[in-house]
């Protein structure tokens, strides 16, 4: 077995075979149909203009994320979330490829969010120093809300 070599998806065959890995791994992941043209445009914008990452080993693909700039709702500071993140069960190329992610986010100074739909929680790496040391609160929940609006 050799190493996983971690490379910056760049070319319309990049793209391709990102997708076509995405269709076939996370495929049946998914809660709904993969839309082929939608999804193949999307794959082409984040490998265009954000970061789309490949992970390949023996000159195959066995893993990929796709990272992308999120402006939030609340103000202009930008953070870093993956747009995807699949691998080849077994490959362990989820640790390369989420070490270069991390090093992205140092780089560029942002929040790296690791969204895990399969585990169900949010992960933030190079957490900024304006954030509060506590984990948020969500007691005030729509119904705590509409009692003390009263």
Same mark, same amino acid.
């Given at each position: 077995?050799?190493?996983?070599?971690?490379r #910056?998806?760049?070319?319309?065959d990049d793209?391709?075979n990102?997708h076509r890995?995405?269709?076939? $791994?996370? *495929?049946?992941?998914l809660?709904?149909a993969?839309?082929?043209?939608?999804?193949?445009? &999307?794959v082409?914008?984040v490998? !265009?203009?954000? $970061?789309?990452?490949?992970?390949? =080993?023996d000159?195959?693909l066995?893993?990929?994320l *796709? %990272?992308?700039? $999120?402006?939030?709702?609340?103000?202009a500071?930008? #953070?870093?979330?993956?747009?995807?993140f699949?691998?080849?069960?077994?490959? =362990?190329?989820?640790r390369? %490829? %989420?070490? &270069?992610?991390?090093?992205?986010a140092?780089? /560029?100074?942002?929040?790296?969010? %690791?969204? /895990?739909? &399969?585990?169900?929680?949010?992960t933030?790496? !190079? =957490?900024?120093?304006?954030?509060?040391?506590?984990?948020?609160?969500l007691? !005030?929940?729509?119904n705590n809300? =509409?009692?003390?609006?009263?």
């Open positions: 077995m050799s190493d996983i070599l971690i #910056y998806a760049q070319s319309d793209v391709i990102t890995f995405l269709c076939v $791994v996370a *495929g049946p992941t809660p709904g993969i839309d082929p043209q939608k999804s193949a445009v &999307e082409w914008r490998v !265009n203009h954000d $970061v789309a990452l490949m992970a390949i =080993r000159d195959k066995v893993g990929t *796709g %990272l992308m700039c $999120v402006t939030p709702w609340w103000g500071t930008q #953070y870093l979330c993956n747009r995807w699949f691998c080849l069960p077994g490959s =362990r190329a989820w390369p %490829l %989420l070490k &270069e992610a991390k090093a992205i140092v780089g /560029s100074e942002m929040e790296f969010h %690791l969204i /895990s739909e &399969e585990r169900g929680k949010i933030i790496f !190079n =957490r900024s120093p304006k954030r509060r040391p506590q984990k948020p609160s007691a !005030n929940s729509p809300l =509409r009692a003390s609006a009263t």
